[in-house]
C-alpha cells in the first residue's frame, strides 16, 4: 500500500517554482525549453511563476495553462527582464507574497547570437553576457534567501553544448559558459542550506529561436545543417530537455548538485 501511494504521488506536488523564458508555451506552437518546462511542471504538481520579458506570449502561456489544469494560480506571469537587478528583486518578493515561499529556479531565458571574433561587437557580447551570466547571478542572488527558509531547493541552469565545444557564436558560447561554472561555485557554496545548483547542456533542439536561425540558413533549399553533426540523426525537441529538468527540480535528484548534464544526442561525443 505504501508503494502504491508513492508511485501515485506527483513528483512535484506542492512545489513553487520560477521558470524564466517561459513565455514560449503556448499549445499548438513550437515550444521553447522554458515554456514545455511550464508545462511538464504543472502536469506534475507544481505551481509555476512563468518569467519572461515577452508579455503577450506569457499571459497566453499561464492562461492555457490554467484553462487546461481548471484553476486561476497553477501558472502566472510576471515580467522579467533577467538583465535588470531591480526587476529580479520584485519578481522574487511578488511570487514569496503570493506562495509564502519558493522551491525551484530554472534559468531558461536565452537569446542566441552568431557571429565570429571580429564581427561581434561591443554590445553583443554584453548583450550575451548579460543574459546568461548576470542574469543567472541576480536570479541566483536574490532566490538563495527564500530557498534557505524553505529548507532547500533546486536551481537549474541551462546551458548549452557551446559552453563545452567551439560553436559558431562568439559571445553566446562565452557567456554559456559562465553558467556552465557558476553552477559549480553555486552548488558548493550553496550545499549547506541543501540548495542543489546544476546546469544542464542541450545540443540542437526544436525551438522557436534555433527554428528561426535555421530557416535562414535553409532559405536557399539547403538541407538541415544540423543533423549530418547528431548521431542520433535528429534535433531534440523541447520536452525531452524539459523531462531532464523536471527530474533535477524533483527529489528524484536529491543527491544531485554541481554537475553537468549534456543532452545532445551524442554530439560532443565524436
Do not use: C
Not at 530554472?106 to 561587437?121: C, M, R, S, W
Not at 550545499?191 to 534555433?210: C, E, F, M, W
Not at 543533423?227 to 540523426?233: A, E, S, W, Y
Amino acid at each position: 500500500m505504501v508503494y502504491s501511494q508513492t508511485m501515485e504521488q506527483r513528483r512535484l506536488e506542492g512545489k513553487i517554482a520560477i521558470i524564466t523564458g517561459g513565455a514560449t508555451g503556448v499549445p499548438g506552437k513550437v515550444m521553447g525549453i522554458g515554456g514545455a518546462s511550464a508545462w511538464a511542471f504543472v502536469k506534475e504538481g507544481a505551481k509555476v511563476i512563468i518569467a519572461d520579458i515577452d508579455e503577450q506570449q506569457g499571459y497566453l502561456t499561464a492562461s492555457q495553462i490554467n484553462k487546461e489544469t481548471k484553476a486561476n494560480d497553477t501558472a502566472t506571469f510576471m515580467k522579467l527582464d533577467v538583465k535588470v537587478e531591480s526587476e529580479w528583486m520584485s519578481l522574487i518578493n511578488q511570487t514569496k507574497s503570493l506562495y509564502g515561499k519558493i522551491d525551484i529556479l530554472v534559468h531558461a531565458a536565452g537569446k542566441a547570437l552568431t557571429g565570429d571574433i571580429e564581427k561581434t561587437d561591443e554590445y553583443q557580447w554584453d548583450e550575451m553576457m548579460d543574459i546568461h551570466s548576470k542574469g543567472v547571478f541576480l536570479g541566483t542572488k536574490y532566490v538563495v534567501p527564500i530557498l534557505r527558509q524553505s529548507k532547500g531547493g533546486s536551481i537549474i541552469i541551462v546551458s548549452s553544448i557551446d559552453s563545452h565545444i567551439g560553436g559558431s557564436g562568439t559571445a553566446y558560447s562565452a557567456a554559456k559558459g559562465s553558467g556552465r561554472t557558476f553552477a559549480k561555485v553555486a552548488a558548493v557554496q550553496l550545499a549547506k542550506y541543501q540548495i542543489r545548483v546544476n546546469s544542464i547542456h542541450p545540443g540542437y533542439t526544436d525551438t522557436p529561436l534555433s527554428r528561426k536561425l535555421v530557416d535562414e540558413l535553409m532559405a536557399d533549399g539547403s538541407p538541415d545543417p544540423r543533423l549530418p553533426r547528431i548521431p542520433l540523426g535528429r534535433v531534440a525537441n523541447s520536452k525531452e530537455i524539459a523531462n531532464l529538468i523536471l527530474f533535477l527540480a524533483s527529489d528524484e535528484s536529491s543527491y544531485v548538485t554541481g554537475t553537468e548534464i549534456i543532452i545532445d544526442g551524442g554530439v560532443t561525443s565524436q
